[in-house]
């Protein structure tokens, strides 16, 4: 499915990286048709840049989309799919736990210009399905990056489309490999490809992929002119990603579920969050990713905790080679006053860890260590 025929100029075996703002014509004749829209020469790379075009063409087909738009971060992706999706006097209703720059951007940005959000429990169907009528965009993030909250994406789809809302999934957590939303009725799906897509954690980049009516709106009325565009050298490295994504996710899987396993039997674990360890039976997932949290016992020091560790390293963000560990009260405690609102929904006692691929082995002797002696 990953791969197909795929061509590039002179043979190339990999994407040719086009390193070029503008494209030139041949002629003047040409140079009429393309702007009469008589053919399909790219024109300027804000819009248009061949390197792209592969990537938007691989990750639709990976996702089951009709057409796709890629952007310099995975914010990017989701101003542009919301923006395009509402007008003033419009109100969105979201999932609660949703990630916090999603919930800043609703809250904040888009109150300012007149579009409401009623943030939902994303586990309670009845609470969704009461507030969509009137609605214009359900916006659901399923798993979730805190506590991995999965809400039941294709019953919800169906209730919003009864509606006419049009729904969104940021599908981040589980990646196109392990979840593919719109094969259950949903319109539009992001991504950070900063995460799992690059999985390098050496680009920020944004995805969003959907039906071809829906991505034709954002490229008409929104996109070109926020100009939040994705490079020419950052579309070819999340090509480079997307060439080893299913054997990345698969070990990301099989590492984090044994470790999740491990710590839930674990004496200073209290909760594990897993959806591999509690299944929904609604749940779409194919397979878990690497990152999951568990809350810490009273007894033991969060930052001595953090500080023993030394293969998982303190950072935000995941899906790389590196495991990583970021505590919840650190987030929680963020310095200003347009953090102060955000729902984490999660205790302070919340370690999230993001499970790399390093040996397994190694990495659960780091984390028992750590949990010896904090
Ligand atoms: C990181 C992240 C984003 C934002 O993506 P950026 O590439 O950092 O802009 C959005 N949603 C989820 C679930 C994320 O983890």
Known sequence: MLVHDERHAEGAASPPIYQTSNFTFQSYQSMVERFRGDSTQPVYSRVDNPTVSVLLDKISRLEGGEGAAAFASGMAAI?????????????????????????????????????????????????IEAALPGAKLLYLESPCSWVMEEQDIASIARRAHAHGVTTLVDNSWASPIFQKPLESGVDLVVHSASKYISGHSDVVAGLVVGRRSAIDRMNREVTPYLGAKLSAQEAALLLRGLRTLPLRMQQHQASALTIAGRLAQHEMVKQVHHPGLSRKEFSLLQGYGGLFSFELDERLDIPAF?????????????????????PAEVSINQAGEHNAAVDFGVSPRLIRLFVGLENPEDLWFDLSQALACA
Do not use: Q
């Open 79 to 127: 101003s542009n799919a919301v923006l395009s999706h509402v007008a003033s006097g419009d109100r969105i209703v979201c999932v609660r736990h949703v990630y916090p720059d999603t919930y800043r951007l609703l809250k904040g940005l888009c109150a300012r210009f007149d579009i409401a959000t009623d943030f939902v429990d994303g586990t309670d169907f009845a609470a």
């Open 306 to 326: 953090c500080d023993a560790l030394s293969i998982f390293r303190l950072a935000v963000s995941w899906g790389g080679h590196e495991s990583l560990v970021m």
